[in-house]
């Protein structure tokens, strides 16, 4: 990249911007994962609750411009950023837990005992009958 001097209004105004925390699901055996790109929070900004079925992650990035620097490009996204997640009722909202590492915000949120896959036992046709009635 060359550093030059750029007037952030008139540069790529028309660019989409990516999520502020770009967010990763992982669907395990007895829990979600999911896992939060979130470097240069401070972990004390973060906030994770949950209202009636909605996961909310908050966080707050700040990096101060001093009196003597004048910023020129600004790629990396400052202030306050939240995303939400709505659960579906086959987790458990009461037992989540989240833990922060390296710029990750890991959020475990377990299944309820009744959603985990069971095998069914298959009769044949003399114990069908005790099945069927």
Not at 1 to 8: C, F, G, Q, R, V
Not at 32 to 47: K, T
Not at 87 to 115: C, K, M, W
Request: net charge negative; aromatic share 6%.
């Amino acid at each position: 990249m060359l550093l030059t001097s750029i007037d952030p209004f008139l540069q790529e105004v028309d660019r989409p911007a990516p999520p502020a925390m770009p967010m990763d699901g992982v669907r395990r055996h007895d829990d979600v994962l999911l896992r939060f790109d979130v470097p240069g929070v401070d972990p004390g900004s973060i906030e994770v609750t949950v209202d009636r079925g909605v996961l909310s992650v908050s966080a707050t990035r700040q990096e101060p411009v001093g009196d003597d620097e004048r910023m020129f490009v600004r790629e990396r996204p400052m202030g306050g950023f939240t995303r939400r997640v709505y659960l579906s009722e086959q987790l458990d909202p009461e037992n989540i837990e989240a833990a922060y590492h390296d710029g990750v915000l890991t959020v475990r949120i377990p299944t309820f005992g009744t959603t985990r896959p069971r095998k069914v036992r298959v009769h044949t046709r003399d114990q069908a009958e005790a099945v069927t009635g």
